[in-house]
């Protein structure tokens, strides 16, 4: 779309620039889905994407399909790394040694994808808090290793509806009335929806990579620390549409199932890694995000 | 040869009025599979209606998988002409009759969809079935491991006879939808917008902490399971004279909500036949089938044991996904059986099964600890009798010693659970 277009679709008034928003997929070895993802980021409707493309020196068949894309987007980064840092160790190599056009942050996990009106709908309610927002965080389907849907939704650690917080109406335009619910800063616990769900201010990433130190274990993913960050700054807005598709790799018992409310998919060993990487993340001498700012 | 243009193809449903063939690049997000798994045994005259009912499904993305269990009357040639060459049908023929859930094990090993439908061949879908079901699936408040739907009760000729089956009914708090709206759901393009409000108001979604004597699902064919989840709960007892005589929905229903809950859609949408001869021209593995199937003949003893045998088989597992809570809750629950089946001997009988059982719970659990929790929650006198009868003459000490006080734990359990019921009131 083009930007009058986009303004009318998403109802949006000309007193506001648009942000330029920056996605960064962060890919290891996911050959497998990383067409479908990287589509995705081409086929936003929103018309200033800046689309970055980090590979984690992956050994399988990637970084030919990346350099396919590029081909295809000439204005995509492609950014190699020369050893697999892990998924916040690429994240963290990649802002101390590059510069992000984006004022906006969608981060993508090349297992997962985005719908074509994604970004759109993120940028949406940033601009409905006038740039004030840190974090928003939108509903998305759960889908199976072909890509068959297998549930219209994924499971928090917590019911929202129950906890009474507003729920606010962003402007409509012509996508139909949309709802999102805000969070207050001082609530604790598991609020998002996974990896490729949020969107987050740049200002805030900023500080937050500043923050961390510099040797980041391999297994430390990005959403268990950049979600509960962005939100003490400055609470969360959860999106009620579903605008992205996360996916589970196969539906049989031995592997990763999908997400039920009343049942845990995960095997013990993965909550005991992310009880470490909390533990790090506390201990790691990360001053607390009003404490980076002035 | 057929071309197709991008762009011309039908979109299968919308998301947020987005037709799913703009959602992703072409074929990367689809509708789920829908395996449908019949089992057949002497019932030539039947079995066509049902892979018709099948064949005629308005949902896009079907399979069917027809396992013929040894029958001898015109049953092959009946599947082989309705069958036909659809392209999406496979037919296996068993060597012998492995019984209503022995030949749906048997499907299973052929079947690729995520959401699984075991039809009984005298039985018949609607055209909506599995459309209505997966739309509940993918709508739904909270996701579930099985939506059952009501049942039209038909005769011999297929003539409608009564408009519901028998069951237990729970009713959905005034005010709540368990369908989420619209707007936020993949909607199938099958259901209109006047069904979806209608599956709205049908589509209760069923607390898995709900006791397990109620029986608030249909039969047989009415139901639509999430492939892993019959995985995670499969038999486990390898004596074929029980395993022929288990049920799919007597079996699956019942673990199934355990672990994952379940929803009841109160719209009729497959047949349920009543016909004059089925209780004596079927054998035993079929009977629960086709008498009513009500809670008392789904409540038979053989089929309790083996829903608490895989719990006990998993609990490691399964104590972890649902938390210990309703993991020993479900349990026992189940090992008040005697009470619910009317087996004659009641509690020897529940005693002497638990004894059987122990070896592994308290492996998993370490002995106490395993002692500790049933003892809140089952009489003490069937505990005490199946720890003695584990252990035989040698009951060690401080298992001895525990046992003096089952009687007070339960009482203190039952102490709390009424002092939380009041103070939630």
Same mark, same amino acid.
């Given at each position: ?84 840092? &892990?998924? *916040? ?12 056009? #984006?004022? /906006? %942050? +969608? ?23 006038? &740039?004030? *927002? ?12 072909? #890509?068959? /849907? %297998? +549930? ?23 996508? &139909? ?118 | ?425």
């Amino acid at each position: 779309m083009n930007e009058a277009e986009w303004r009318s679709t998403y109802g949006i008034g000309g007193g506001l620039e648009l942000p330029l928003v920056s996605i960064i997929a962060i890919n290891w070895n996911y050959e497998r889905y990383l067409a479908t993802a990287l589509a995705s980021t081409g086929a936003q409707d929103y018309p200033r994407v800046e689309i970055i493309v980090i590979d984690n020196h992956s050994n399988d068949g990637s970084v030919a399909l990346i350099e396919d894309f590029v081909a295809r987007h000439p204005a995509t980064r492609f950014i190699p790394m020369p050893t697999n840092l &892990g998924q *916040l160790g690429a994240a963290h190599r990649f802002f101390s040694t590059h510069a992000v056009g #984006g004022e /906006l %942050i +969608a981060f993508l996990d090349t297992d997962d994808f985005l719908f074509p009106n994604f970004v759109s709908h993120h940028v949406r309610a940033h601009a409905a808090f006038g &740039g004030k *927002l840190a974090l928003s965080s939108s509903a998305t389907v759960q889908v199976g290793p072909t #890509g068959a /849907l %297998i +549930a219209g939704g994924i499971p928090h650690d917590r019911f929202i509806e129950m906890d009474g917080w507003p729920r606010i109406s962003l402007p409509p335009g012509s996508t &139909g009335q949309s709802a999102a619910i805000q969070v207050p800063a001082e609530a604790t616990g598991w609020l998002w929806n996974p990896g490729t769900s949020n969107m987050i201010r740049r200002s805030t990433v900023d500080a937050l990579m500043a923050a961390l130190p510099q040797d980041i274990p391999r297994d430390h993913c990005l959403d268990n620390v950049a979600l509960p960050f962005a939100h003490e700054e400055g609470g969360s807005l959860l999106l009620e549409a579903p605008l992205s598709a996360y996916r589970t790799h196969g539906y049989n018992a031995s592997s990763s199932m999908p997400r039920l409310q009343h049942f845990n998919p995960h095997r013990p060993a993965h909550i005991a890694a992310s009880q470490t990487q909390g533990a790090w993340f506390r201990s790691s001498r990360i001053p607390k995000a009003s404490q980076t700012r002035p | 040869m057929t071309i197709h243009i991008a762009g011309d193809e039908p979109a299968h449903f919308t998301l947020g009025g987005i037709p799913s063939t703009r959602l992703a690049a072409a074929g990367e997000i689809q509708l789920p599979l829908v395996s449908f798994i019949v089992r057949n045994w002497n019932y030539g005259r039947f079995v066509g209606s049902a892979i018709d009912s099948i064949k005629t499904q308005d949902y896009p993305r079907i399979e069917a998988i027809v396992v013929d269990n040894a029958s001898t009357d015109e049953s092959r040639d009946v599947i082989q002409r309705h069958v036909g060459d659809a392209p999406n049908f496979t037919v296996i023929h068993a060597d012998s009759n492995l019984g209503a859930l022995g030949g749906a094990l048997q499907g299973l090993q052929e079947a690729r969809g995520e959401f699984i439908v075991f039809v009984d061949s005298d039985d018949t879908l609607l055209t909506n079935f599995a459309s209505v079901h997966v739309q509940a699936h993918l709508a739904g408040r909270l996701n579930i491991a099985f939506t059952s739907s009501a049942a039209l009760e038909s005769s011999g000729a297929g003539v409608l006879v009564n408009g519901h089956r028998k069951r237990s009914v729970i009713a959905r708090p005034d005010g709540r939808l368990d369908l989420r709206p619209a707007g936020f759901v993949p909607r199938l393009a099958t259901i209109r917008d006047d069904t979806y409000q209608t599956l709205q108001n049908a589509t209760t979604i069923l607390d898995p902490r709900l006791s397990l004597w109620l029986w608030p699902w249909s039969p047989g064919t009415a139901n639509m399971y999430r492939r892993f989840m019959l995985d995670l709960v499969a038999p486990v007892c390898d004596d074929p004279a029980t395993s022929k005589r288990l049920s799919t929905d007597g079996h699956y229903n019942r673990l199934c909500h355990v672990l994952g809950g379940s929803a009841f859609i109160d719209m009729p949408l497959s047949t349920y036949r009543i016909h004059g001869d089925n209780a004596h021209a079927s054998e035993p593995s079929l009977h629960a089938m086709l008498t009513d199937g009500g809670p008392a003949t789904r409540s038979d003893t053989l089929r309790i044991k083996e829903i608490i045998r895989v719990l006990v088989a998993h609990a490691d597992d399964f104590s972890w996904r649902i938390g210990a809570d309703r993991y020993w809750e479900a349990l026992a629950m189940l090992l008040d059986y005697s009470r619910h089946t009317g087996s004659a001997n009641g509690a020897t009988d529940v005693s002497d099964f638990l004894a059987t059982q122990l070896p592994r719970l308290n492996a998993t659990f370490g002995e106490k600890r395993a002692l500790r929790q049933l003892a809140k929650r089952v009489p003490s006198a069937t505990l005490t009798a199946a720890f003695n009868r584990h252990h035989g003459e040698n009951v060690p000490p401080e298992i001895r010693w525990e046992l003096r006080f089952v009687r007070l734990r339960r009482l203190k359990a039952q102490i709390k659970r009424r002092f939380r019921k009041w103070r939630g009131r």
